[in-house]
C-alpha cells in the first residue's frame, strides 16, 4: 500500500453497519481525522453511538439504516441530502454471519436469503442510491467495501456456514462490475479484509480471533483515505496491508 497522497480531513464519510465492532471503530478514527461522519445505525438501542453522539454534536449524524431494505436506504439518503451537499466516502460495512444450513441441505432459505440481501445486493443499493452525492464536482468519488477471507475462491477452506462465504464472493464480484463501471468516472474502490477480529458478527462479542476492531480500523481507514499507485487495478488487501487473491 502506497501511503504516500493523503487527503486532507473535513471530508464527509458514509459507514454502514456503524453500531459497533469495526463499524464503530471506523466512526471514531474518521471523527478523530476531522470528519463529518454519517453512521448508518441499525440497532437503535446500542448505546455506543449515542454516547459518541454527545461529544461530537457537530461532526457526527446518526442516520437510521437497515442495508437489506430497499426503502430504509432511500430514507437514510434523503435524509443525509438534507445535511451536506456531498459524500466523499462510502464504506459499506454492515453485514452479518451465521448459517443456512448444510451446503447439501439447505434448511433455512429465508436465513440464506437475509445474509445475500445485507452481504451482498445491500452495499450494492448503497452505491446506487447515493451516487448522486458522491457525483458532485468537488466530491473524492472513494467506494470501500469490508469482505472477507470466506469470499476468496482461490483459497476457501472454510467447510460449513457455506451462505456467508457465498454473499463476500457475491460481494466481491458486484464490486469488480462497479469498478468496470465507475472508474471512467473518477470513483476509486478499497476492498478490505479486516482480519479475524474479536467482532460481533455472530450477535455478541467474540472472545476468538487474533485482533481487535479497533486495530483493524486504523489500517482500514490509511487504506481508504489514501492514494494507490495503481488505481486502475482492482485489490483486496488485507490488515497486513498484503494483497489477498479473490
Not at 435524509?79 to 454471519?97: H, P, Q, Y
Not at 470501500?144 to 451462505?163: K, M, P, Q
Not at 481508504?224 to 494483497?243: A, I, P, Q
Request: glycine share 8%; aromatic share 10%; proline share 3%.
Amino acid at each position: 500500500m502506497n501511503r504516500k497522497g493523503r487527503q486532507s480531513v473535513n471530508q464527509s464519510i458514509f459507514i454502514t453497519g456503524a453500531d459497533r465492532g469495526l463499524g464503530l471503530a471506523l466512526v471514531k478514527d474518521f471523527l478523530d481525522r476531522g470528519d463529518l461522519v454519517f453512521a448508518g445505525q441499525f440497532l437503535t438501542e446500542w448505546k455506543e453511538l449515542y454516547d459518541l453522539k454527545e461529544k461530537n454534536q457537530e461532526h457526527l449524524v446518526l442516520v437510521p439504516l437497515d442495508v437489506s431494505d430497499p426503502e430504509s436506504i432511500k430514507k437514510a439518503y434523503h435524509e443525509v441530502s438534507l445535511k451536506t451537499g456531498k459524500i466523499d466516502i462510502l464504506v459499506n460495512n454492515a453485514g452479518i454471519s451465521g448459517s443456512a444450513g448444510d451446503i447439501m441441505c439447505l434448511e433455512n432459505v429465508g436465513r440464506g436469503l437475509r445474509l445475500f440481501q445485507t452481504n451482498c445486493l445491500g452495499p450494492l443499493a448503497m452505491v446506487n442510491t447515493f451516487l448522486p452525492l458522491m457525483r458532485r464536482e468537488n466530491a473524492f468519488r472513494r467506494l470501500c467495501f469490508v469482505t472477507s477471507e470466506a469470499g476468496s475462491i482461490s483459497v476457501c477452506h472454510r467447510n460449513d456456514g457455506f451462505i456467508y462465504p457465498m454473499s463476500k464472493t457475491g460481494l466481491n464480484m458486484a464490486v469488480k462490475l462497479l469498478f468496470e463501471q465507475l472508474r471512467g468516472e473518477g470513483f476509486t474502490f478499497r476492498l478490505y479484509n479486516p482480519g479475524w477480529m474479536r467482532s460481533y458478527m455472530s450477535g455478541k462479542k467474540s472472545t476468538v480471533g487474533k485482533i481487535e476492531p479497533e486495530e483493524s480500523s486504523k489500517v482500514a481507514v490509511d487504506y481508504f483515505v489514501n492514494s494507490l499507485k495503481h488505481e486502475d487495478v482492482l485489490k483486496v488487501y488485507d490488515n497486513n496491508r498484503m494483497v489477498w487473491p479473490f
